[in-house]
């Protein structure tokens, strides 16, 4: 299985400042079509996943344009312009690339 | 407006199996989609189990081995779950899940999951 592993595990975020989640991988998931299944999830307190970004830069319909998704290869990251107190949750990245679809642990984001 | 919504018992005995319904409405089971299952342990990350197509195709976590089974009611326009000889270890919130088509995980939907707790 591929895993994946996230930085921070937590990200004390003061409102209205920028914040950035690390993802890597332990292969490569670009996939023999060219493209990487790297998606990031968001799940608020008490609340389901939701999709935020998916192939990496994507942002699923609905997300507001301060989420972005950038990498390549093994290392991708997810950064947020300016936190607003709605951003508050835990934010998973997920690889698509190869079954088992694997995510990481998880990174908690808090306003300061 | 799509909804799904998880049933089932909230408590299985050790070595028994945890059944799992997902009834979709809003949408058709047969359309071309991926009904998934993940599942989260309490205060823990997530765990794909697998997910299942209309015709019977599955895609599964090999982690679980034969213990997982997943199917289509297409005359109930939903989806169940079984998980055989649990333990401790699979007490989680279950959630169910609308994926797109097309390669890449694409999670359009989510159910707002189900508790279950393996107990004697």
């Known amino acids: 299985d591929i895993v994946m592993t996230q930085t921070p595990p937590s990200s004390p975020v003061t409102l209205g400042q920028p914040a950035s989640i690390s993802c890597r991988s332990s292969?490569?998931?670009?996939?023999?079509?060219?493209?990487?299944?790297l998606n990031w999830l968001q799940q608020r307190p008490g609340q389901p996943p939701r999709l935020l970004i998916y192939?990496?830069?994507d942002r699923f319909p609905g997300v507001p344009d301060r989420f972005s998704g950038s990498g390549a290869g093994s290392y991708f990251t997810l950064k947020i312009s300016r936190v607003e107190a709605e951003d508050v949750g835990v934010y998973y990245c997920?690889?698509?690339?190869?079954?088992?679809?694997?995510f990481g642990q998880g990174t908690k984001l808090e306003i300061k | 407006q799509v909804q799904l919504q998880e049933s089932g018992p909230g408590l299985v005995k050790p070595s028994g199996t945890l059944s799992l319904t997902c009834a979709v409405s809003?949408?058709?089971?047969?359309?071309?989609?991926?009904w998934s299952w993940v599942r989260q342990p309490p205060g823990r990350g997530l765990e794909w189990l697998g997910e299942?197509?209309?015709?019977?195709?599955?895609n599964h976590n090999p982690s679980l081995r034969s213990r997982v089974t997943m199917s289509v009611d297409k005359s109930q326009n939903q989806f169940s779950l079984e998980l055989s000889s649990v333990t401790a270890a699979d007490t989680a919130v279950y959630y169910c899940?609308?994926?797109?088509?097309?390669?890449?995980?694409?999670?359009?939907?989510w159910g707002q999951g189900i508790l279950v707790t393996v107990s004697s």
């Open positions: 292969q490569s998931l670009v996939h023999s079509d060219g493209s990487a299944y």
């Open positions: 809003g949408d058709f089971i047969t359309s071309d989609l991926w």
């Open positions: 299942v197509y209309h015709s019977g195709n599955i």
């Open positions: 899940a609308k994926v797109g088509p097309a390669r890449g995980g694409i999670f359009l939907h």
């Open positions: 997920m690889q698509a690339t190869q079954f088992p679809y694997t």
């Open positions: 192939k990496v830069s």
